[in-house]
């Protein structure tokens, strides 16, 4: 029976071609996934540097280049091209089996040769070698191949290296750059087991059992199991991640039973949602019965792309039903409407600072809104001996004991008020249903639960989903950037009730935003300290990206008015390269300057839209709204002193310099959310003085 697999980079080109090229491409590989490929002419090419290397018709003017073995039935599509290149690319390549790592990998083996000659006139001129201190036995070890290590003996400059970057196999290279930028020999081997499905050497290699290489190179290749996964793969929107995980996300996601609550961490971008989606498809595939699995994060906007993208990943009803995809305060909403009946209201945030205006003369709303979620709900708070004795560590602002007396009154004021008209505020409700699902100690909601942005949860939340599922294997699977904090305050993990000691994993790779946006935007964050990260695991270190793309553009302005014009100019030159409206997002601090944005686009013929699933139009919204989402260019505005941090967001220095640090770094993280957004390109602009968070 003939196996199919395809390359990644081929399903990224093949999202790029015309409609009819792709039905052309359609064809042909059903024919292959149906086994009936022999009506297909493979054709062998001369002067082929891989004998095993052939290409197929796919129209008058595009090709597929198909690796072939010899002997056996597998059949790997790599590239679809225009004629021409299709030959060049298929007759200059060669596959190998690393005979170490047991990986499938390709080399640009004509330059590669070329490239010899050229490095040995180099280097005969030089005594000295880039590689001198390292023994042939540890290349060995480290997987380079005895094709490569003569290559590698004639380095003399590191400029050389990089200019075989797209000639080695990546594996090999990456192996090279490593020890040239004088990694141990141990910490290189870390780096390179990253890239190994068991993060270890496999026991045995056959040098030609291509399954078994694809099989341990998953981040490359895929081996397909028959037309039905085919035509989903194909279908748009081609989704890579659906097929090709990093192996640490494989890792990860299809790891056995956790023996507790494991948390994942990684910088923005790493594919923890990604990890997170493939986590629930496992566990609903693992546990047919019992209580069913609950994905969950904190807003309506997020939980939907989540049960999106679900349905894209589980095919099959059964068990794409075993997994609930909610948010907290929907859980919280069905606990506590079961117990006391009826659908709780809950009233919005705006609502609730409105009616907390009204409940006491002396205090604003905001703030005893702020003192109620952030103190008494955080703290669990529920007489006043408590709350007398408690500690206001990181508030906004000072609160003589005496005077809790009366604030204390005033949020019980407004806790009636809220209850007179039958509603609840969004944090009251999950602190009751933590407390109802305490109280009653019965069987677990959730077998399992599966928490996205889980750095933004507040302490009530926590204690929801804690009593939600019963503590033990595989009880919680935490997702989080403790960097993109950017709604509550600080929650020290230790106050979480959730033990992941000795469980936790980290994510490094970028697959959203290229090398250049992601250095610029991890220096917006400034110095992180031990006491910022509060017990949550750091996730920055070895954080990188393996795309490259243009700087980030970063613009002055004298006023507001030109820098508005600026970027509605930017939007429409973007338009112009034919970058699509609902790929395109403007991001301000303030919902003030977004609305502006929005108005000065419509002026200029562009509509815009909130940000959201969206319906095609360019999004214009604030930070906070664009978590979770991203685009293929972002344009941050307004990102001036005393906008970006936001004077409000923060808390005088005066009161708590504690606290005042935390907000700040709090603010520091709003705009490295907004920052990280953009998949290409990214353009930041300001009007007088720049926002002291901008790198220099
Ligand atoms: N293995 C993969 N192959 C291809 N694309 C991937 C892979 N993993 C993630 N991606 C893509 O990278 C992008 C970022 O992934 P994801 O949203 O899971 O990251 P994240 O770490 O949750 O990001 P953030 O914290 O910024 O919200 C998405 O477009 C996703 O489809």
Redesign the pocket.
Known sequence: MPQLAIA?EFLSEYSKLEKPVQKAVQAALGKFAQATHAGLHLEKLNRAEDPRIRTIRINQFYRGVVLAPASGDLYCLLRVLPHDEAIAWATTRLFTVNQVLGVLEMRDETRLQNMAGTLRLAAEATPARLFDHVQDSDFHTLGIDDQVLPIVRLLTREAHLDALQHMLPSLQYDVLVALASGMSIEETWEEVSKHLVDAAKPDQVELDDLSAAIERTP?QVALISGPEELEKLLRPPF???RI???PM?RRIAYHGPYSGSVMIT???????????LHRAAHLARLYGSGAPILLTTYSHPLTAELARQLNQLIESPEERDRVEVITTSELASSVVGDRHGGHPEVLASRELVTLADTVHPDYAGEFLVDEWEQVLLAQEITTLEEYLAATRAGRRQALPRLERQSVWAAVEELRTQLSNRGCWSVLQLADEAARILRQENGPAIYQHIIV??AQDLHPAQWRLLRAAVRPGEDDLFL?A?PH?RIWQHRVPMRSTGVNIVGRTQR?TV???TTEEILNWAVRVLGLVSEEDLDGWPDSREGYESLMHGRRPIVRRFAEWSEEMTAVVSQVRTWLADGVEPGAIAVVARVKAKADDVADALRSAGVQSEPPGPSGGRVQVGTMHSM??L?FQCVAVVGVQDRVVPHDRAIVPAEIDMTAHLESLQRERCVLY?AC??A?DRLYVSYSGAPSPFLPR
Do not use: I, M, P
């Open positions: 990644k981040e989704a890579l991640w090709f995980l990093h996300q990684g910088g923005a971008g790493t594919g923890k949602t990604v990890t997170a996205d942005e997702v950037d993109q994510l970028s697959y959203r978590k979770g991203e959310v990280t957004r998949r």
